[in-house]
């Protein structure tokens, strides 16, 4: 515990605390923080997954394949019930505020500070490419299926509240979250893997020098895009925190010793699943102008609570293994 909270948390707050601070005092802004992030999710987290998945074997692959199927079901339920919940228990909340909330409290920033977090406390264990792998699902869990699911939920309530409200196909943005290099570079490198191509390691060193500027320039970011969030809290955002920071990694908790899942594996998962809340979600609720306030607010609380919650689940994913050694 005491190496996962220097090498990983400690760490991780220096370096958004020093974004934190440059953008307070105006050295960079949430324009600047939009560029940075545009650096991370097009070239250096597609690179990092590309490179770290590649040297992988198909026996790798198989092995994960109910880390997938859990990472798929459990984080779509628990989005899901962040949904129903905000749409059915707050009279004044529309659908597409409950599917900001959704957006929000139910997808982890995978992207964002995966390799940051699990890296660290992992890779000595469960290897760089295994890392990787849970980052990679997470993350087209999130991008590719989370996403367009909101956006067509977004778009239905929108819909219904203005006839006037231009109706977007359900399939486009399913395809716009493929077409983006953090959902087709982990996919070429399992197909790459699966082919059986060997991979020329003479190639990785330049993969590599780009996919090291991830998890530093994700995390100093993210301090940007917090400084530039008016911070309001209220019983919404709240609860959107509980829901994200414990109901969601509780869950696949629960999944994952019920269906004997690889201990490993299901620690990286728990984690991953109490990250904060996915920043995307902020950005499309920026865009649509629906649930800002609280959606930030519920962001910020969220990423303080992790420096408690993420230990804490390490702590809990063990004992409950130890418990019921047999799952």
Known sequence: MEHIIIYAIVPIIVVMLA?????????????????????VLDFALPAALFISIVQSTREDLAKDLKLTLISLVGIMACFMIVYFV?????????????????LISGSPTIGFLGFAVLEPIFDSTAGLPAVALVVAIVGIVVNAVGIPVGLSLMNSSLAKQNPQHKKTSAWKPVL????????????????????????????????????????????????????????????????????????????????????????????????????????????????????????????????????????LWIWLTDVALNMFPGA
């Open 19 to 39: 974004g934190y601070i440059a953008g307070r005092k105006g050295v960079f802004t949430g324009d600047d923080s939009k560029k940075f992030n545009k650096v």
């Open 86 to 102: 905000f749409k059915y228990c707050f009279r004044k909340n529309t659908g597409a505020d409950a599917a900001v909330s959704a």
């Open 176 to 311: 716009h979250a493929l077409a983006q290099p953090v959902a087709w570079a982990p996919i070429l490198a399992v197909v790459w893997v699966l082919v059986g191509i060997p991979w020329p390691k003479e190639f990785s060193p330049s993969f590599n020098l780009i996919s090291k500027a991830n998890a530093s320039m994700a995390v100093f970011s993210a301090g940007i895009t917090l400084s530039a969030i008016k911070f309001t809290l209220n019983w919404q955002a709240v609860l959107g925190s509980i829901m994200k920071m414990v109901f969601m990694p509780l869950v696949i908790l629960v999944m994952g010793l019920l269906f004997h899942m690889d201990p490993l594996n299901l620690k990286m998962l728990v984690v991953a699943c109490a990250l904060p809340p996915a920043f995307s979600g902020i950005i499309i609720a920026d865009e649509y102008d629906t649930y800002v306030a609280t959606g930030t607010s519920s962001l910020t609380l969220s990423v303080i609570l992790f420096i408690g919650f993420c230990p």
